[in-house]
């Protein structure tokens, strides 16, 4: 494959003007993008922050002229290379979508057709807009592999979407987003899913590419520390407006609106440690626990206890075991060997053989609401639910508890309580499966990665709700994560899990004191920082490393 090179990044590619779009809720139209202004050059990395809601995605797509179902471009204009997209016929569109303007959305998982193999999804535009024939196309899938550090680049192409890792799936989708070697590419929120050190790699992936080949970028994410270190520019949009925009550096060093450095302050919450009881039996406690699926041993020998009122965080890479613990102690999935106690009672290991007030007891608060709520039925039937199973309560007395429990969760009951899920944020939808949790009046409550698919300030209020109620109602938590930022805010103890082992445990400030265990020191040394030369600086110490 020939590589065009062209890093001019005084040549405008780009240009939106007074760009408005409206969204179609509750029975009328309303502005989601208030007339947006952008820049991007050839080579140029534009980064696009902000909350959830304010519409960096929908900017995004529009870039490619196109608005997601319920969407409408309704003023403005979109000048991709002096062409303006808005009113762009569909021919217009097809021959640049593609092979020009490229997408790599946040979950590769998704995006990929699961019955076809990576390398034939990845060479179907090059084809499909006749820019190379298929051995050329191959060939380039191969060296754009290559270039993206991916394991076995001659044959990874071969294989399903479900048999390589999300990282190397993250990586594939970049790929094939550059086989036809577009000069712009829209990176909406790529790294969003991965933990910290898969994350690593993917970013300075992403970035080798996008310098290699000149392309220009709109890098959208929530995380700013993730944006300093691919973008040149960076935008803050909030509630479908610009609030403003600077070079990295300048707006790293000295932000000028107060809604940006509410931004920078996000990571700087954190709860008081509380220390763990000595006398106490714990209220969950693992003993020696193997398990797996079928032939496949993913825990091995693992240990650790949860004291009432305490959180315990639990961190590792994707495939350390932290979900199957999980699994293991809610009973969807019986240990192998070992035992999992409960106030120091053997817990059977299939959910099916404990008792209805042990099922009350223990409860479990997902990553994606999406999937954990039924769409079809109200805000208030989802809450009342636990209250009807556990409690047998009915008619008015659960809509009063309904109502109290929302009003818990900071949402308005009378707003919330007659709607569907389809009608929440990301961050309310999250607020519901808490208050569903709570409605069961647990003592214990699993947390499996129920902030990483939030933005920083959405993150941000739903653990100072966890840690409101726990101070509130006495609960304790496991609290799963991949997020070295979220467990040094609410952690009292941690775990540290790696390919099913428990190689690291401690309270939080011994955890977060040097000197660290190596694998510790891994997943600490790889959370991001507000430098730009961040990035740089942690390849430069692990090359060093590596070749010592």
Request: proline fraction near 4%; charged fraction near 25%.
């Amino acid at each position: 494959m020939t590589i065009t090179q062209n890093n001019d990044k005084t040549d405008l590619l780009l240009e939106i003007r007074d760009l408005r779009i409206a969204g179609h809720s509750e029975d009328a139209w309303q502005d989601i993008v208030k007339g947006i202004d952008l820049t991007l050059h050839r080579g140029e990395i534009l980064g696009l922050i902000g909350e959830s809601g304010a519409g960096k995605s929908t900017l995004g797509l529009a870039a490619m002229g196109y608005c997601k179902d319920g969407c409408k471009i309704t003023g403005g204009q979109v000048r991709f290379d002096g062409e303006d997209l808005v009113g762009a016929s569909e021919e217009t569109l097809r021959r640049l979508r593609g092979v020009r303007i490229a997408y790599v959305a946040q979950s590769a998982a998704a995006s990929f057709n699961p019955a076809h193999r990576l390398i034939d999804q990845h060479i179907e535009a090059a084809l499909h807009h006749g820019v190379s024939d298929r051995a050329t196309a191959r060939a380039g899938a191969i060296e754009l592999y290559r270039s993206l550090n991916m394991p076995d680049p001659e044959h990874i192409g071969e294989r399903y979407p479900h048999q390589v890792s999300g990282g190397q799936l993250q990586r594939a989708m970049t790929a094939m987003a550059m086989a036809c070697q577009p000069d712009l590419i829209i990176f909406d929120e790529p790294t969003t899913a991965l933990d910290v050190t898969t994350q690593i790699e993917v970013l300075a992936s992403i970035r080798a590419v996008v310098e290699k080949f000149g392309t220009a970028a709109l890098y959208i994410s929530h995380d700013l520390a993730v944006v300093a270190q691919m973008a040149d520019r960076i935008m803050v949009l909030r509630h479908g407006k610009l609030v403003e925009e600077a070079e990295t550096r300048q707006m790293l060093a000295a932000p000028q609106e107060s809604y940006t450095q509410s931004l920078w302050a996000v990571r700087l919450f954190q709860t008081a440690p509380k220390p763990r009881p000595d006398a106490e039996v714990p209220l969950v406690e693992l003993r020696n626990v193997t398990a797996g699926y079928g032939a496949k041993q993913v825990l091995e020998d693992v240990s650790f206890s949860v004291y009432k009122g305490q959180t315990v965080a639990v961190i590792g890479e994707s495939g350390s075991g932290k979900s199957t613990t999980a699994r293991v102690i809610s009973g969807l999935l019986a240990p192998g060997s070992g035992e999992v106690r409960y106030n120091g009672e053997v817990l059977p290991g299939d959910y099916r053989k404990r008792d209805k007030d042990m099922l009350r007891k223990v409860q479990m608060i997902y990553q994606i609401p999406d999937t954990a709520i039924n769409p079809r039925q109200t805000i208030g039937e989802i809450i009342g639910r636990p209250m009807k199973f556990y409690h047998g309560l009915g008619g008015s007395a659960v809509r009063t508890k309904v109502k109290e429990l929302l009003q818990l969760v900071e949402l308005d009951p009378d707003r919330f309580i007659d709607r569907r899920p389809a009608e929440l944020s990301g961050g309310q939808k999250q607020r519901i499966c808490i208050a569903r949790a709570l409605a069961a009046e647990p003592d214990f409550i699993i947390c499996d990665e129920v902030t990483s698919a939030l933005d920083q300030l959405v993150a941000e209020g739903i653990l100072k709700l966890l840690n409101r109620v726990q101070e509130q109602f006495g609960v304790s938590y496991l609290f799963i994560t991949h997020d070295v930022a979220t467990v040094r805010a609410i952690a009292d103890q941690v775990v540290v899990m790696q390919a099913g082992q428990v190689v690291d445990s401690g309270c939080r400030a011994t955890i977060f004191t040097p000197p660290h265990q190596d694998y510790t020191d891994l997943l600490l040394s790889s959370e991001p920082e507000m430098d730009p030369d961040w990035l740089d600086k942690l390849l430069e110490r692990r090359a060093v490393v590596a070749g010592a």
